[in-house]
T-cell receptor
């Protein structure tokens, strides 16, 4: 029944490392999202993709990039991890053809940068 | 700019008492409004959406365009309602979904 899968539940990385967070969905959705979830700050949109190779910046794109080479996979890249990127990262997907535009979420990746 | 405001970080309610989680939004067009819920150790999931006008787990939410509000209500709180609740907005041509900061609902026994 799992529809959006994030490759890791927990990650610990060192400052300055390049970090890849992977997300795969099996619902053939065009839209995919990366959010970070922090206590008191809610979910903040990092990047959004509405099609293969298409992307748009969200509210907090600094320090992040994304890759969408295939429809089902959306990767978040931290070029040089920093301690202020320690957070819970959530991937989601939605179908723009569906008038309800419900987003389906992955289980989250808790990233700690030391 | 699109914005979702949830004024309460934490709401504590006794079991059996009514619940109201507040949500206000700013948007220039006709938005779609949602409530998402995250129970402990579970993934974030849709609770309800305004366009469906449905009641899920006893919760309802009415879109008030005049007050730009979409408050979530339940007449009698249950212990299993304890969770993190996020109000969200989608609209315009880009399908982005914008979330509020969330309200943690704690049901007291």
């Amino acid at each position: 029944d799992v529809k959006v899968t994030q490759s890791s539940r927990y990650l610990v990385k060192r400052t300055g490392e390049k970090v890849f967070l992977e997300c795969v969905q099996d619902m053939d959705h065009e839209n995919m999202f990366w959010y970070r979830q922090d206590p008191g700050l809610g979910l903040r949109l990092i990047y959004f993709s509405y099609d293969v190779k298409m992307k748009e910046k969200g509210d907090i794109p600094e320090g992040y990039s994304v890759s969408r080479e295939k429809k089902e996979r959306f990767s978040l890249i931290l070029e040089s991890a920093s301690t202020n990127q320690t957070s819970m990262y959530l991937c989601a997907s939605s179908n723009p053809q569906d008038w309800k535009t419900e987003a389906f979420f992955g289980q989250g990746t808790r990233l700690t940068v030391v | 700019a699109q914005r979702v405001t949830q004024p309460e970080k934490l709401l504590s309610v006794f079991k059996g008492a009514p619940v109201e989680l507040k949500c206000n939004y700013s948007y220039s067009g006709s938005p779609e409004l949602f409530w998402y819920v995250q129970y402990s150790r579970q993934r974030l999931q849709l609770l309800l959406r305004h366009i469906s006008r449905e009641s899920i787990k006893g919760f309802t939410a009415d879109l008030n365009k005049g007050e730009t509000s979409f408050h979530l209500k339940k007449p009698f709180a249950q212990e299993e309602d304890s969770a993190m609740y996020y109000c969200a907005l989608s609209g315009g041509g880009d399908d982005k979904i914008i979330f509020g900061k969330g309200t943690r609902l704690h049901i007291l026994p």
